[in-house]
């Protein structure tokens, strides 16, 4: 067990004796009064002192899944905080490769008509560890994907530095839900249409469209900004387009949302 779930473990027994101790009556002052600012108090010293107190080992896990005769796939990587890389394309053969640190687990399902959907997720037991039950720099994924399939990707991430190489990539639908996170994305050069979906909260993010791709920008914003290259893609109405977006033999469709970031596209 990591020590990080020790400790937190160790806080919730405290909690569970101190109201058993109340609802007796051995204790007999409002103990909840005291337990949540007990906790806020814990809570801030964990974030100070976790780091140098419960330093854990790094567990480093390899993954690497066949294509098997997949001719599509969907794919999501719920990543937590820390860092994450699609690095490009993945060897012949395979459909998903990867260096994950801090660990990971993956789920595979088989679709009808030679589907095949993947989750790659944390590990269970890194939900109470914070980052740094991890290591002091979080989660840290190298991932490569197949170019050989269409792909239809999914990334979820939290607290992180995101880097998505796709350029190489069949990818036809991406979805990027982001927190507090800056996320660099280079969209795909050659998948004939790729649909793109970000939902950002406070988070910085570029998104590289190759110039052989033609692009509709849609944007909805809270206190967010967005800035486009006005080179490349005009302003039409409540969205922005490539002048050749309706003959572009590679195009993408960007729907853009955030609450509280930044976006920008060139």
Not at 66 to 80: D, S
Not at 175 to 193: M, W, Y
Request: charged share 15%.
């Amino acid at each position: 067990m990591k020590r990080s779930g020790i400790f937190w473990g160790t806080v919730v027994i405290l909690a569970g004796v101190i109201l058993l101790a109340f609802n007796l009556n051995i204790i007999q002052f409002n103990v909840w009064k005291v337990l949540f600012p007990a906790f806020i108090i814990l809570l801030g010293l964990w974030f100070l002192l976790g780091p140098t107190l419960f330093k854990s080992e790094t567990t480093t896990q390899e993954l690497s899944l066949l294509l098997q005769g997949a001719r599509e796939a969907q794919i999501t990587l719920a990543h937590g905080a820390g860092r994450l890389d699609i690095t490009g394309p993945a060897a012949a053969g395979q459909l998903l490769t990867g260096t994950f640190v801090g660990g990971v687990r993956h789920f595979l399902e088989t679709l009808p008509e030679g589907g095949v959907k993947v989750k790659i997720e944390a590990p269970s037991d890194v939900l109470m560890a914070f980052p740094w039950g991890i290591s002091q720099h979080g989660l840290t994924w190298a991932v490569r994907l197949s170019e050989e399939i269409p792909l239809r990707l999914k990334v979820a991430s939290g607290a992180s530095e995101t880097s998505l190489n796709l350029r190489d990539l069949r990818i036809s639908d991406l979805r990027i839900e982001t927190g507090a996170s800056s996320t660099l994305v280079t969209l795909p050069a050659n998948a004939g249409f790729t649909s793109v979906r970000v939902e950002a909260g406070a988070a910085s993010v570029n998104i590289v469209v190759p110039q052989e791709v033609a692009a509709r920008i849609i944007y909805k914003s809270g206190l967010s900004s967005l800035k486009v290259d006005p080179t490349r893609f005009n302003r039409i109405g409540d969205f922005y387009e490539s002048p050749d977006y309706a003959t572009a033999a590679n195009r993408a469709e960007l729907y853009l949302e955030s609450g509280l970031g930044s976006f920008e596209i060139r």
